[in-house]
């Protein structure tokens, strides 16, 4: 997620998960959690994996919760903590509070299938609906498995999803090493408060990026660029929902607090 969104420096040195103390939010807007609409995607593909969020409580074969406060190489001021993620109606809901933790003022969560689920190309998709408000900072993104060896941008980073402040606009960004950082990003206007699905299907050759199946960017791997090497390892997913940054800014709508991300389910499709 935009540079060192992914937290990367503090990845490389803290693996741990750990849950902090917080109350767990009890009460959740459910006036618009639609029926989920029928598969969209091509017969040439077929689901791998899949977490629904049909169960009661998170899936920790499928997921670990990083955990800390230090800003994540991005300057962010949420303390992430497992409390603030919970499953309810179908759907996983990360918070985001006005709470104090240590010295962060605000809390939510960051989740990884790192270590569990990982993939080499496919089509990797998110029905999503995702709150809007200054200084909230909402992803779905992907990081190379790699990343404890070579650190990052060589690891790679795919942003499926993101969202800064209160716009329509959402993002897709690539994010690898070429002799430093270098990223492309494309972006699409979008109602964020209302379910989309947000995918992006990666083969060998390219990865293009989708809202609703509607394809608005694509990457096209080179060898030149070092793109082929890196983007044809193995990748983990993430979803976190950031407060504050350098890039929405640090200027925070707290009447926007509590902040929820529901994702209805999250899936992974590969060729036949």
């Avoid at 809202?211 to 993430?238: M, Q, R, W």
Wanted: net charge negative; proline share 4%.
């Amino acid at each position: 997620m935009g540079l060192y969104k992914n937290g990367c420096i503090v990845l490389l040195f803290c693996l741990s998960f750990f849950s902090g103390a917080c109350k767990k939010s009890t009460s959740y807007d459910t006036t618009t959690l639609p029926t989920r609409p029928p598969s969209t995607t091509p017969l040439t593909y077929q689901l791998v994996w899949s977490d629904e969020f049909d169960s009661t409580a998170i899936n920790t074969a499928n997921w670990n919760f990083e955990t800390g406060g230090n800003g994540w190489g991005n300057n962010e001021q949420e303390y992430y903590q497992s409390d603030n993620a919970t499953v309810a109606n179908g759907n996983l809901i990360i918070t985001a509070k006005k709470e104090t933790q240590g010295s962060n003022p605000y809390t939510s969560a960051r989740m990884t299938t790192a270590g569990k689920r990982t993939f080499t190309y496919g089509k990797m998709e998110a029905r999503m609906k995702i709150p809007v408000g200054q200084g909230l900072w909402p992803a779905f993104w992907a990081l190379g498995s790699n990343i404890t060896s070579v650190s990052w941008p060589a690891c790679g980073e795919i942003d499926i999803m993101e969202h800064i402040n209160a716009d329509s606009l959402i993002y897709g960004t690539l994010h690898w090493n070429n002799n430093g950082h270098v990223s492309s990003g494309g972006k699409m206007n979008s109602t964020p408060t209302d379910y989309h699905v947000y995918a992006v299907e990666w083969d060998e050759s390219s990865i293009r990026w989708y809202v609703d199946n509607v394809k608005y960017h694509e990457v096209a791997f080179s060898n030149g660029d070092n793109t082929v090497s890196i983007f044809s390892k193995p990748f983990y997913l993430l979803f976190n929902l950031a407060v504050g940054g350098n890039w929405p800014g640090q200027t925070v709508d707290e009447s926007k607090l509590p902040a929820r991300l529901y994702v209805d389910y999250v899936r992974v499709y590969q060729r036949k």
